[in-house]
């Protein structure tokens, strides 16, 4: 079982930078691939970036690559998203996830989300 809450969520001009962090409760932190999605007004929840349980291995969406970088900290239980060259389109609220398979796989435990706004 691992329990996730996000933060670092926020209001920012488009082209801005934002950097989420989600803390993770639970001693098999490092078993586990993470992930970050998010779900705009209206739409899907969507998958944004995945890193394996080593941090060693990346997965971006095209709509996000090159602009957003994903990381973990297995010694803090962390796992973070950083966010730069923002655009009104990335306004959605922000969810982390973990998986024990790998990051393109189900992923089973989520957090509460954490709103991102991105003004025009």
């Known amino acids: 079982q691992v329990q996730l809450v996000e933060s670092g969520g926020g209001l ?5 930078s934002l950097r989420l962090s989600c803390a993770a409760s639970g001693r098999t932190f ?3 691939a993470m992930g970050w999605f998010r ?3 209206g739409k899907e ?3 944004v970036a ?3 349980w080593s941090g060693g ?6 709509s996000v690559k090159g602009r957003f970088t994903i990381s973990r900290d297995n010694a803090k239980n962390t796992v973070s998203l950083q966010m730069n060259s923002l655009k009104p389109e990335d306004t959605a609220v922000y ?9 393109l796989n189900k992923y089973d435990y989520w957090g509460q989300g ?3 706004t991105v003004s025009s």
């Open 12 to 16: 920012v001009q488009a082209g801005g």
């Open 30 to 32: 490092s078993s586990y």
């Open 39 to 41: 779900q705009a007004p």
């Open 45 to 47: 929840r969507e998958f």
């Open 50 to 52: 995945g890193v394996s």
């Open 57 to 62: 291995v990346t997965y971006y969406a095209n």
């Open 95 to 103: 969810y982390c996830a973990a998986t024990p398979s790998g990051p």
């Open 114 to 116: 954490t709103q991102v």
